[in-house]
């Protein structure tokens, strides 16, 4: 079994599809050992996206993700990481496949409304940076 770490962001919570994302999340075969509603300021965005600081998007990046609430999980299934990025779909929703998350409630590459871990390493830092050990039991 693997864990990843991912997000409902804040695009997709406003818009009243948190309820379907995880509807989906338990139909696809995931179990859910953490979740909860944040509001991120721009600093714990910041923190969070520290890998993109370079990048040209990085300001309208930590903007949107503390614009509004987001729902943050930890997912355990096999092979987690890739599994969720599959159900996912492709970072820009104009690209992803039919069926996939971004695809029906993304509407731009940075509203995608979804997040999930790319790697273990990350995996390990997100999960860390949001969950303590005894919320994971
Ligand atoms: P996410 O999986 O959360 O990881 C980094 C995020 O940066 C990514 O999803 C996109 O939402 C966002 N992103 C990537 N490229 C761009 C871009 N060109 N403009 C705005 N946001 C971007």
């Known amino acids: ?3 990843t770490f991912a997000i409902i ?3 997709a919570f406003a818009a009243g ?3 379907q994302i995880l509807s989906r999340i338990y139909s696809e075969g995931f179990k859910i050992v953490g979740l909860k509603k944040l509001y991120l300021s ?4 910041e923190g969070f996206y520290a890998v993109h600081s370079a990048r040209p998007f990085f300001g309208e990046l930590t903007d949107f993700m503390s614009s509004g609430p ?4 930890a997912l355990e299934a096999e092979n987690a990481i890739s599994k ?3 159900l996912m779909g492709a970072t820009n929703p104009a690209d992803a496949a039919e069926g996939t998350l971004r695809k029906e409630f993304g509407t731009s590459i940075g509203e995608n409304a979804t997040h999930g871990s ?4 990350t995996a390990a830092f997100e999960l ?4 303590n050990g005894l919320e994971l039991l």
Do not use: I, L, S, T
Request: hydrophobic fraction near 40%; charged fraction near 35%; charge should be negative.
């Open 42 to 45: 721009k600093v714990e965005a």
């Open 84 to 86: 969720w990025r599959d």
């Open 118 to 121: 790319d790697a273990p390493e």
């Open 1 to 3: 079994m693997e864990r």
């Open 9 to 11: 962001k804040p695009d």
């Open 17 to 19: 599809h948190a309820g």
């Open 128 to 131: 860390g940076y949001f969950f």
């Open 70 to 73: 987001c729902v943050v999980m």
